[in-house]
């Protein structure tokens, strides 16, 4: 008896999770740095872990374009982008455009952005830059000429900078992702700069503080918060709990797990 | 949703100011527990963390009155203020709703194998308690946790072979997991729960495949995480249901003898 209504519970979770339809702007090659315990997700298997939690496309980023160079992350995207499953994109990693970095990746006047890219994320403190409007303001402006988001982890920017970049770009797309630690110290700096700066956005990974996910929406609108596992370093199942039982309507669920991300790569024209 | 049944084997009441809560109170927490399905909690406040058993000890049966029994609760041990603390826990003993006890090495500052901390073994052991403690991996941003990895506690563990342990946030992010699943695989006092930010990648199947499914507890860690976090995980990794069963209730009843 008891074992049957665990059953039921679980069999309606697994019903409500198919029916999100997920897309995950966090999917990740290459080996993770940081976690002991992560090991790296061969590109072989990418469908299958996907498809283990309920993630039917998304944004594949690579670790290389972190840890070695934005070159060599790039390169592997490059070098996969026409074997990637219907439905998947790639997270370019970015550099300032001055003085001007080598290819692959965004570079000034090296012709159009690369079919694949649907976004491109800078990491300022791994990479020795302040992400300020005198370093890396072309970059955002090239940006924005493709109508590409940036993405950015909360813990390579300082919160002033990333006030002072969302204000002076407001047409610039930044998605603050929550790794790679979790947002919850942070969140009345969050929450404020979400209030000034409506071209912020949140991705969910580790957006797991009580309450976060109706108090965005209620503040703010489903449209500010785009589904991110982090996988395979972190657990899927985390942010697509936090949608399932989220006391918020079904269409704010759909927007949040793939909605939002959908309509701002749909609007990528490259 | 069908009839309440989860137990919530690891949360915190009140306001801490470190982080921003839109709902930290027992009427939000009672709400969310409806909504998730979640009949009790067992649970320690912020107070009694910073000042051990005492004034925050005695809120919380209150706390167990006004949930209707269905949020019980812990008393910390802090070993900076033995003395006073073990005074008030001998008194809450009795009290409705108590069910157990709760060290936190790494944010008292005390390692789990130092002396100290023996009078509140020993008080588990003859008072058939059980212990909830902090327990994490090495981490390099926060060096406190090393007073908390799991081999820490062995000495009171293989010491106190009647006292059941729960081993809090499968000892972290890092190698404290291997040290979680070790003491579990040797001891049969050894427990874990899956409470707060310990998202890693099929963390569930490496334990269900690491250790029997009696030994782990669904916990939340709220305020500081949501339970929605851990409670989907444990409902969509694929187990036996009589496992879920055993982790998201059954486990619990056993470890801290509630809800009876």
């Known amino acids: 008896?008891?074992?049957?209504?665990?059953?039921?519970?679980?069999?309606?979770?697994?019903?409500?999770?198919?029916?999100?339809?997920?897309?995950?702007?966090?999917?990740?090659?290459?080996?993770?740095?940081?976690?002991?315990?992560?090991r790296e997700m061969l590109f072989k298997k990418?469908?299958?872990?996907?498809?283990?939690?309920?993630?039917?496309?998304?944004?594949?980023?690579?670790?290389l374009g972190k840890t070695l160079s934005a070159q060599a992350g790039n390169r592997d995207l490059e070098e996969k982008a026409g074997m990637f499953p219907e439905n998947m994109y790639g997270?370019?990693?970015?550099?300032?455009?001055?003085p001007s970095p080598s290819g692959p990746g965004p570079?000034?006047?090296?012709?159009?952005?690369?079919?694949?890219?649907?976004?491109?994320?800078?990491?300022?403190?791994?990479?020795?830059?302040?992400?300020?409007?005198?370093?890396?303001?072309?970059?955002?402006?090239?940006l924005i000429r493709y109508n590409l988001p940036l993405f950015i982890w909360h813990t390579e920017i300082n919160w002033p900078s990333l006030h002072r970049l969302a204000v002076c770009y407001p047409?610039?797309?930044?998605?603050?992702?929550?790794?790679?630690?979790?947002?919850?110290?942070?969140?009345?700096?969050?929450?404020?700069?979400?209030?000034?700066?409506?071209?912020?956005?949140?991705?969910?990974?580790?957006?797991?503080?009580?309450?976060?996910i109706e108090y965005v929406v209620k503040e703010f609108g489903a449209e500010r918060l785009i589904f991110g596992s982090f996988m395979p370093v972190n657990d899927p199942l985390v942010p697509t709990g936090m949608i399932i039982d989220a006391d918020i309507e079904e269409k704010d669920k759909l927007l949040i797990a793939s909605g939002s991300i959908k309509r701002i790569i749909e609007e990528v024209h490259l | 949703m069908s009839t309440p049944r989860i137990i919530d084997a690891h949360l915190h009441l009140d306001p801490n100011s470190k982080f921003y809560t839109p709902e930290p109170q027992l009427k939000h927490l009672l709400k969310l527990m409806d909504r998730l399905s979640i009949r009790h909690a067992v649970c320690t406040d912020h107070l009694s963390m910073y000042e051990g058993a005492g004034e925050g000890l005695r809120n919380l049966k209150s706390v167990y009155e006004e949930s209707g029994g269905r949020v019980y609760y812990l008393g910390v041990y802090h070993p900076g203020r033995a003395a006073a603390c073990m005074k008030t826990i001998e008194e809450a003993v009795l009290w409705p709703g108590f069910a157990g006890l709760k060290i936190h090495p790494s944010f008292h500052g005390i390692s789990a194998d130092a002396p100290v901390y023996d009078p509140?073994?020993?008080?588990?052991?003859?008072?058939?308690?059980?212990?909830?403690?902090?327990?994490?991996?090495?981490?390099?941003?926060?060096p406190a946790q090393t007073l908390s990895t799991p081999g820490k506690f062995e000495r009171y563990i293989d010491k106190y072979r009647n006292v059941r342990l729960v081993l809090a946030h499968a000892g972290g992010r890092g190698n404290g997991r291997h040290e979680v699943?070790?003491?579990?695989?040797?001891?049969?006092?050894?427990?874990?729960?899956?409470?707060?930010?310990?998202?890693?990648?099929?963390?569930?199947?490496?334990?269900?495949?690491?250790?029997?499914?009696?030994?782990?507890?669904?916990?939340?860690?709220?305020?500081?995480?949501?339970?929605?976090?851990?409670?989907?995980?444990?409902?969509?990794?694929?187990?036996?249901?009589?496992?879920?069963?055993?982790?998201?209730?059954?486990?619990?009843?056993?470890?801290?003898?509630?809800?009876?």
């Open chain 1, 1 to 38: 008896m008891c074992e049957q209504r665990a059953r039921k519970l679980s069999d309606d979770y697994r019903e409500r999770a198919v029916q999100l339809n997920i897309f995950d702007c966090s999917i990740w090659l290459g080996s993770p740095e940081g976690f002991p315990l992560a």
């Open chain 1, 107 to 142: 570079v000034p006047g090296k012709g159009r952005p690369h079919r694949s890219m649907r976004g491109v994320r800078i990491f300022p403190a791994s990479h020795n830059y302040v992400p300020e409007e005198w370093v890396i303001g072309t970059l955002c402006e090239w």
């Open chain 1, 46 to 63: 990418l469908e299958k872990e996907m498809s283990d939690f309920f993630i039917t496309g998304g944004l594949i980023s690579h670790w």
């Open chain 1, 171 to 212: 047409s610039l797309t930044i998605i603050v992702e929550t790794q790679t630690k979790k947002i919850l110290y942070h969140a009345r700096m969050l929450f404020t700069l979400m209030r000034e700066c409506s071209n912020i956005l949140v991705e969910t990974s580790n957006f797991s503080g009580q309450g976060y």
């Open chain 2, 181 to 260: 699943i070790r003491l579990i695989n040797q001891y049969e006092n050894v427990y874990t729960d899956i409470a707060g930010d310990i998202f890693c990648y099929r963390l569930i199947e490496s334990l269900t495949g690491s250790i029997s499914p009696d030994k782990i507890l669904f916990g939340s860690d709220f305020p500081w995480l949501d339970p929605r976090a851990n409670l989907a995980r444990v409902m969509l990794t694929d187990m036996d249901n009589s496992s879920r069963e055993k982790i998201l209730r059954e486990n619990a009843l056993k470890v801290y003898k509630i809800g009876k």
């Open chain 1, 91 to 98: 997270i370019w990693t970015g550099l300032p455009f001055y």
């Open chain 2, 120 to 142: 509140v073994w020993k008080f588990a052991s003859e008072h058939d308690l059980a212990i909830l403690t902090h327990s994490w991996s090495v981490s390099d941003y926060n």
